[in-house]
Nanobody, 121 residues
Framework: VQLQASGGGLVQPGGSLRLSCQAS????????MGWYRQGPGKQRELVAR???????NYADSVEGRFTISRDNAKNTVYLQMNSLDPDDAAVYYC????????????????WGQGTLVTVSS
């Protein structure tokens, strides 16, 4: 099982980016999917997460600006980021709680490789 994240890059303050993260491999089922970020000199923090049923949670700092969504048929989670601020600059990591075919009754957390978001004029 692996997660592949994409969509990071350089954007000006006030701009938008959309991150994607697709899970692949011997997947039996996927529970929660979401995004964390780690900025320079900061601890990793939860940005947003979404249950398989669609319940969402957001960090206070991104509420109203970021939107998480997922396509269960594609095993993919997205993060639409609007009104980006320099404080949003970070490496963004996706994660997913996945039960593999070999361990179908147990979920493990899998992480993507991280995608860099830079917010600068």
């Amino acid at each position: 099982v692996q997660l592949q994240a994409s969509g990071g890059g350089l954007v000006q303050p006030g701009g938008s980016l959309r991150l994607s993260c697709q899970a692949s491999g011997s997947i039996f089922s996927i529970g929660d999917m979401g995004w964390y970020r780690q900025g320079p000199g900061k601890q990793r923090e939860l940005v947003a997460r979404m249950t398989r049923g669609g319940t969402t949670n957001y960090a206070d700092s991104v509420e109203g600006r970021f939107t998480i969504s997922r396509d269960n048929a594609k095993n993919t989670v997205y993060l639409q980021m609007n009104s980006l601020d320099p404080d949003d600059a970070a490496v963004y990591y996706c994660y997913a709680a996945i039960a593999s075919i070999a361990r179908r009754w147990y979920s493990d957390d899998y992480w993507g490789q991280g995608t860099l978001v830079t917010v600068s004029s």
